[in-house]
C-alpha cells in the first residue's frame, strides 16, 4: 500500500508528475492520500491528523531535483538566487557580444519543438546582426519582471514554466513572424476567424516573416480535419443548416467581430 501526501501549494503553482494509474489506485484503495508528516519513528510515520501508519518498508521522498550545467560557469546563466537567468530564456545578460543562446531552456505550456523552433529563429537573426538585443541594464529590468511574476505564480521555485502563447507571440515579434490579425481580418477573414478563435498551432508563426511557408494557411484551416480523422471510423453526414438564416447571421456577426478584434488591439 502507498501514501500520497497532500501539496503545501495552491493548485498550479508546481509542476506535479502524476502516473496515469494513480487515479485507480486511489479508488481501489492501495494508495491512501494523507497530509504533512509529523514525525517519524522507527518503523512508522505519524501524521498531523493524528494518524499513524505502521510497519512501513520505504520512504520515498520526491523532493525533485536541481538544474545543473556543468559545461558552463554559474555565473553565465544563474547569477541570482541559483536561478536561470537568461533574457528571454535564451541569451545571458552579461554577455560583451551575444554569442551563446540556450535554445529550449524552457517548460513550455505547450508543445517544445515548435516554442525551440521560434526561439532558433530568432537567434539566427541576432546571429547575422538583423535582429538587436537590448542594453544589460534593460534585460535585467525584463529578467527581474519575469521573476517577480514566477514568484507570484509559483512561489520560490527554480521552475522554467513559460505561457505557450504569450512566449510565442513575444518571440515572434521580435522577427515579425507573429501573426498581424487586425491585418488578416481585412485580407482572409476565414483565416484570420481561425487563427485568433482557434488553437494556437505552430504554423501561424509561418504566415510572415523569415521562414515564411506558402503552406500554412492550408496546414491551419484544416487542422481540425486531421485532428478529427483519426476518430471517425465512419462517415457521417452533417446536420442541414436552414441556409438563409445561417449566412444572414454570418453577414451580421462579422462586422461585431471585426471591430471587437480592432478594439482589443488598438
Not at 494508495?31 to 514525525?39: A, D, G, L, N
Not at 519582471?145 to 518571440?171: H, P
Not at 504554423?203 to 521562414?211: D, E, N, S
Request: aromatic share 14%.
Amino acid at each position: 500500500m502507498g501514501l500520497f501526501l497532500l501539496f503545501l501549494h495552491s493548485t498550479l503553482r508546481k509542476e506535479p508528475v502524476f502516473n496515469d494509474e494513480l487515479p485507480s489506485r486511489i479508488l481501489c484503495g492501495t494508495v491512501s492520500i494523507k497530509p504533512t508528516v509529523k514525525e517519524f519513528t522507527e518503523t512508522s510515520a505519524v501524521f498531523e491528523d493524528g494518524t499513524v501508519f505502521e510497519a512501513i518498508d520505504y520512504v520515498i521522498f520526491a523532493t525533485g531535483y536541481g538544474y545543473a550545467y556543468p559545461f558552463l560557469d554559474d555565473s553565465i546563466i544563474k547569477s541570482r538566487n541559483n536561478d536561470v537567468t537568461l533574457f528571454k530564456g535564451i541569451f545571458p545578460p552579461f554577455l560583451e557580444k551575444p554569442t551563446l543562446a540556450v535554445i529550449g531552456l524552457v517548460q513550455s505550456l505547450g508543445a517544445t519543438i515548435p516554442t525551440a523552433d521560434l526561439q532558433a529563429r530568432w537567434v539566427v537573426k541576432v546571429f547575422a546582426n538583423s535582429c538587436t538585443l537590448p542594453t544589460t541594464n534593460e534585460m535585467m529590468d525584463d529578467i527581474e519582471e519575469k521573476m517577480g511574476k514566477k514568484l507570484k505564480w509559483f512561489g520560490q521555485s527554480q521552475t522554467l514554466q513559460t505561457d505557450y502563447i504569450t512566449y510565442m507571440d513575444e518571440l515572434g515579434s521580435f522577427i515579425g513572424a507573429k501573426p498581424n490579425i487586425p491585418w488578416l481580418f481585412l485580407t482572409d477573414p476565414q483565416l484570420a476567424l481561425e487563427v485568433y478563435f482557434g488553437p494556437c498551432s505552430p504554423y501561424q508563426f509561418r504566415l510572415m516573416g523569415p521562414g515564411k511557408w506558402d503552406g500554412a494557411r492550408n496546414a491551419i484551416l484544416t487542422q481540425w480535419d486531421r485532428t478529427l480523422k483519426p476518430t471517425r471510423t465512419r462517415a457521417v453526414s452533417e446536420a442541414k443548416r436552414p441556409q438563409p438564416f445561417y449566412n444572414l447571421l454570418k453577414i451580421l456577426l462579422f462586422p461585431v467581430l471585426l471591430l471587437a478584434v480592432l478594439l482589443a488591439f488598438y
